[in-house]
């Protein structure tokens, strides 16, 4: 699918157009990817059970199994994946999901259940391939807020697709996530098409934010090795970030409705637009800040004031000061405030700051194989330890817990990061770059 005219006009084009560009295609991707994984959550499947366990709970659980496993698989072939097998990889792994919702809506419940996890199998790969498009770049910070953008929007937008789906038209739960991935397939293939025209990252890209290159094995464990204990503090952090996350975004339905707002179908969207600008904002304009270490700093910050904004935003809710749209929407603001970075700009400052020859999507995957983990973790900790506490309680709990052992982490990870720093700075290269030091 290459378009030589195109790319050309690319490699020309300023860096305001070449942003656009590069952000409004990786953005659509990965939409209508999400139109693949989260329709069906917009469902409550009420009634239904399977050995004495909610029939929703084994469904997200079977999702986010596979979705894990397809991250630790990710490990090793995002980081390997070459450029010029991106894009058809990203269509066959939605393509994968797409017949798996299909087996979903003919299979009967409960023996429908595994056709979740293969549903999130090939889905988990995506991201990492989409943000390979963008790594590395001058404008990273933009490109990589426009596009974890998408999962902030798009998680609404599709249930709310969802919903409409049910209400309106009289598709069924189990149809209703296959009709609506289907009506994301034209825009799909469009942004496929244009994010395949992305030139790789320019010589002023690599002297700026390090090059970029595919990685084996003994290249992914030296170094995780050479950050070992900030890296454990980092991944903590974010198994916590992506545990919350995953679970606000699965349980919202059931949240809403505790709530009082389930026949507001809108309200998936409503609140996730203003989450949406206002991450885009402060994460995007990292892209001013050119010192690598001192931006790395600022992640840290970053992610810790997210952290406490979600604490603080639930201890006010409880004491009625905050009107439940106002703290769904507060408590979003300061997840997605820390799970963003982690998604893009915090291990592609890692890399530029301390000069070492790799690439984001190893450090990405390693991350999230271990946060869906998490993800499972408390899935399983909620059906089988505190089934009977509802939704919202579980949600207002967990705010609490992320809040106080996140910002722990985080405190240690940016002591460890600054005693490193404080180190003589050495360039990590890969090893056919040895005598190809970027200053």
Not at 72 to 94: N, Q, Y
Not at 123 to 135: H, I
Not at 168 to 175: E, K, L
Request: charge should be positive; glycine fraction near 8%; charged fraction near 15%.
């Amino acid at each position: 699918m290459p378009d030589a005219r195109l790319t050309r006009w690319l490699r020309h084009a300023s860096p305001s157009a070449f942003t656009l560009y590069a952000v409004l295609a990786a953005f659509c991707t990965y939409s209508c990817m999400y139109a693949f994984r989260k329709p069906f959550t917009a469902a409550t499947f009420d009634g239904l059970s399977w050995l004495h366990i909610d029939y929703k709970v084994w469904l997200i659980t079977a999702q986010v199994i596979g979705y894990m496993l397809s991250k630790f698989i990710g490990i090793k072939v995002v980081s390997e994946m070459t450029g010029g097998r991106r894009a058809s990889a990203i269509l066959g792994l939605i393509g994968l999901a797409g017949l798996a919702l299909l087996g979903f809506a003919l299979v009967p419940p409960p023996y429908n259940i595994v056709f979740l996890l293969l549903n999130g199998l090939p889905l988990g790969m995506v991201w990492g391939l989409v943000f390979s498009f963008l790594e590395g770049r001058r404008t990273t910070e933009v490109l990589g807020a426009g596009l974890c953008v998408s999962f902030i929007f798009s998680s609404g937008l599709v249930k709310s697709v969802g919903s409409y789906a049910m209400q309106d038209w009289g598709v069924s739960p189990f149809w209703m996530p296959l009709v609506t991935s289907l009506l994301f397939v034209p825009l799909l293939l469009v942004a496929v098409y244009l994010l395949a025209q992305l030139p790789p990252p320019s010589p002023e890209d690599e002297a700026l934010r390090t090059r970029r290159r595919p990685m084996n094995a003994q290249e992914r464990w030296h170094l995780f090795r050479t950050f070992a204990p900030g890296l454990v503090l980092l991944i903590l952090t974010y198994t916590l970030l992506t545990a919350f996350r995953d679970f606000r975004d699965n349980f919202a339905a059931e949240i809403w409705q505790t709530l009082g707002y389930g026949d507001q179908p809108a309200i998936f969207t409503k609140t996730e637009i203003p989450v949406s600008l206002g991450v885009l904002l402060l994460v995007g304009l990292m892209v001013v800040v050119k010192d690598n270490r001192y931006a790395l700093r600022l992640n840290h910050l970053l992610v810790l004031g997210g952290l406490l904004l979600t604490g603080a935003s639930t201890l006010a809710f409880e004491a009625h000061w905050l009107s439940p749209p106002v703290w769904m929407t507060l408590v979003g603001f300061g997840l997605y405030l820390g799970y963003v970075p982690f998604n893009s700009v915090f291990f592609d400052r890692l890399i530029a700051a301390f000069r070492y020859v790799s690439n984001v999507g190893f450090l990405i995957y390693l991350a999230d194989a271990f946060g869906y983990l998490g993800s499972v973790g408390v899935m399983l900790f909620k059906s089988f330890g505190y089934a009977e506490m509802s939704w919202l309680r579980f949600f207002i709990v967990g705010s609490y817990a992320m809040a106080i052992v996140g910002s722990a982490l985080m405190l240690g990870a940016l002591f460890y990061f600054e005693r490193k720093q404080a180190a003589p700075p050495t360039p990590h290269l890969h090893p056919s770059d040895h005598a190809k030091t970027v200053v």
